[in-house]
C-alpha cells in the first residue's frame, strides 16, 4: 500500500503535537518512527488509522483520501497498549480464530509457530502475562492480511526469543510487499528492516531519512 502524508499538523487542544508534517512510503517500504516520550509517535498513527479526525487532503491510502475510506481491514494496527477486558471465558483460539476468516492454513499455522503461541493456545485470554497478550495481538492483525500493518512499539515487554520469532515474521511480510510501519525506542532492532526512519521531535520538529534496509 502507497501513503502519502502531506502537511499534517494535529492538536489534541491548542498546542500543535504534529507540525506540518510530510513523508511518503511506496509499497512494501518499511519505516521506522523515533522519538522521545511524548513527541508524538502514537499521536501520528492515530491519525493514520483514521482513529483521529484530520483534516482532508492531509492523508492519502493507494491515492485515496483517508477521510473517504470508511473502516477497513487493509490496515493492521497493534496497539501500544493492548488491552483485552472480556467479561466472557474466551480462549486464544476463539480470538485468533474469529478474526479469520479462512480454514487453519499454512500461513496461520506459521504465525502461531513463529509467535510460540501454540503453549497457550486454548488458553483463556485473561491469563495471559503482558508480553503473551502482545503476541496475540500481533498475531491478530497479521491474520488479516493486511496490505499496511502498523505496530506501536510491539517489542516492550517481548522475551528474546518472541522477538527473533517477531523479526522472521517482518522480513516474511516485507519480502510480501506489505507496508510496515513501527514505532520503536529500539533502532538497533529495525536497523536492517527499516528503509525510512522519521524522527519526531517534542520541539514540533521532525526529519524523514532514506536508510536503505538490507533485508
Ligand atoms: N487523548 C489525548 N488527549 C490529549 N492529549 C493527548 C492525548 N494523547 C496524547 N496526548 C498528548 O500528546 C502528546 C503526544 O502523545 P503521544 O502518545 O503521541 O506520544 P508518543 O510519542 O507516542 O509517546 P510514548 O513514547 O510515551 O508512547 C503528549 O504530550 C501527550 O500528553
Ligand atoms: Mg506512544
Known sequence: MRLQVRDLTFAYTQKPVLNHVS????????????????SG???????LLGLLKVSNDTI???DVDINSIGKTKKVGYVPQKPEFNSEFPITVKEVLTSSY????????????????INR????NINCLSGGQLQRIFIARA????PKLLILDEPTAGVDKANLTGLKEILKRLK???ITIIMITHDTEYTNDLA????HLDEILDYSFEKTGGSL
Open 60 to 62: 492519502y491510502l493507494d
Open 101 to 116: 476468516q479462512g480454514r487453519r492454513d499454512q500461513s496461520f499455522t506459521a504465525i502461531v509457530n513463529d509467535l510460540e
Open 142 to 145: 497479521l491474520l488479516n492480511k
Open 195 to 198: 528503509d525510512y526512519v522519521l
Open 175 to 177: 519480502n510480501q510487499k
Open 23 to 38: 513523508f511518503s512510503l511506496e509499497t512494501g517500504d518499511f519505516l521506522a518512527i523515533v522519538g522521545k516520550n511524548g
Open 41 to 47: 509517535k502514537s499521536t501520528l498513527v492515530k491519525c
Open 120 to 123: 497457550f493456545y486454548y488458553d
